[in-house]
């Protein structure tokens, strides 16, 4: 007669446990497919930003705009280091500090761009 009792218990312990089991299977099922799109999703980031760089790199071979930057940049750092010039250099600066900050946060983004940093508008969005 017990075991007659204890046959269905046991029965519907062990079914219990087994839906325990096949619960936690199926969430860390869902876990790994989870983490497997998501690595996925940066991967195809990636490479699309790294794609955008090189294009980006291509169509600057014959361009003059990256020299242009570099040339007006270098201005102010040597004018810096002429006497008599550093006031001029302070008030480029102060008039430009004056400027919209939209203006300014345009330039940033057409440096960045031209010369492919990525991580520099991130900068100049932080300001």
């Not at 046991?10 to 619960?23: H, I, M, N, R």
């Not at 195809?44 to 007006?72: N, P």
């Amino acid at each position: 007669m017990l075991n007659m009792l204890i046959g269905p218990v046991a029965d519907l312990a062990g079914t219990w446990l087994s839906g325990k089991v096949e619960e936690k299977k199926a969430q860390s099922a869902t876990k790994v497919a989870r983490a497997q799109a998501e690595a996925v999703v940066m991967q195809k980031k990636a490479t699309g930003e790294i794609d955008w760089d090189l294009e980006m790199a291509k169509g600057s071979q014959s361009s003059w705009k990256d020299e242009w930057l570099v040339i007006l940049f270098s201005i102010p750092l040597i004018l810096a280091f002429i006497p008599g010039m550093e006031e001029v250099v302070s008030n480029g600066f102060a008039q430009l500090e004056a400027m919209p900050q939209w203006y300014q946060y345009s330039l940033g983004i057409i440096v960045a761009a031209s010369f492919g940093v990525r991580s520099a508008t991130k900068l100049f969005g932080k300001r």
